[in-house]
């Protein structure tokens, strides 16, 4: 691995989860949320160090106590703090391994340009710092917005990422696409970057993340969600974006090798407003994938097939995401991997 932003199949040391409580949007399902929550925290913490992040400590010890064993408790770390709402991909450090040791990058999350209350999840870094929960040097970059799930990296120096978010509205304006990618090749030590400019997912609030739409993988591959429904909405677009990345090339010129990812069966709220249910947005972890998953045994299972071309010496795990896509994220954005400095 070259120095700056690991891929996050790189050996990790830990997995943040921010908890959901009744004083964020979950209340109203907060038993079906917390559910899934704990699903998340069994699996992780069977594997690697649990970072959990909740203004109610007490209270999340002892649903952790009723559904883990003793010696997944054991590798779990509460960190006190108030909390807007649960989407850590987002609001956590974002860690780059360097020649002094890990660096912890703070940067600026405005609630996905402005849309919700951010300011307490903004905060939620430095308050880790405060306590010690993370080794590493830590780097202010609150003058710039950045979420976690607007990036990807391959370890190597190259970061994927989306025109739609990084130009977004009230993000870094009024700085041109060319100050936001000299911005990003600088603060992650990387040296290039791919603009995926096509895609999107129907009820999507964060202006087309990247990991909901196409992951960098081991081997210059890319999962990407495909859609085959031409009279899905999704169709153009997702036709548009499967080109593109069709045209990338590796740094050395070569390229990727893509593996498409099933369109998930359509999710409504009951409104009748579609969901943002996407299969690229999987967590890797040490020795396994978590896969969210939606309800449909047959998508589900192409979707499992598909990952595991990426990943064939992982276990791929699903978790039923089905609840958090009604806050418009799912399994990945609720998610950070700090990387190992192995």
């Known amino acids: 691995m070259d120095y700056g932003l690991p891929a996050e199949w790189h050996r990790q040391n830990a997995v943040q989860l921010t908890w959901p409580h009744a004083a964020t949007d979950w209340r109203p399902v907060l038993e079906t949320v ?4 704990l699903d998340m925290a069994r699996e992780i913490a069977a594997r690697e160090h649990l970072i959990i992040v909740t203004p109610e400590p007490g209270s999340v010890l002892a649903a952790l106590k009723d559904a883990l064993p003793a010696e997944s408790l054991m590798r779990i770390t509460l ?17 780059l391994l360097m020649p002094d040791g890990p660096h912890l990058l703070d940067f600026r999350f405005n609630g996905w340009g402005e849309k919700f209350p951010s300011d307490l999840d903004n905060r939620i870094p430095q308050r880790m710092a405060e306590q010690g929960i993370l080794k590493g040097k830590y780097e202010n970059h609150l003058d710039f917005v950045l979420e976690g799930g607007s990036i990807e990296s391959d370890g190597k120096g190259t970061i994927l990422t989306t025109s ?18 000299a911005r990003l090749l600088s603060a992650l030590h990387a040296r290039r970057i791919l603009w995926l400019d096509h895609g999107y997912l129907a009820g999507d609030d964060t202006d087309c993340h990247i990991d909901t739409l196409a992951r960098l993988c081991p081997d210059d591959t890319i999962a990407y969600v495909q859609c085959l429904d031409k009279s899905d909405e999704h169709y153009d677009e997702l036709r548009l974006m499967e080109r593109q990345l069709e045209t990338f090339r590796t740094a050395e010129g070569k390229p990727y090798r893509l593996i498409p990812l099933p369109m998930a069966t359509p999710i409504c709220d009951e409104d009748g407003t579609r969901l943002p249910a996407t299969y690229a947005n999987f967590l890797i972890i040490n020795e396994a994938i978590l896969m969210p998953t939606y309800g449909d045994p047959v998508t589900d299972r192409k979707a499992e097939e598909q990952i595991s071309k990426a990943f064939p010496m992982r276990d791929i795990i699903g978790i039923d995401c089905r609840i958090l896509v009604t806050q418009h994220g799912s399994l990945h954005c609720c998610t950070m991997q700090y990387p190992s400095e192995e």
């Open 34 to 37: 917390t559910r899934c929550y």
């Open 79 to 95: 960190c006190k703090a108030p909390t807007n709402d649960t989407w850590a991909r987002d609001h956590a450090f974002i860690t």
């Open 164 to 181: 739609r978010c990084l130009l977004a509205p009230r993000r870094n304006q009024p700085m041109t696409q060319a100050q936001i990618e």
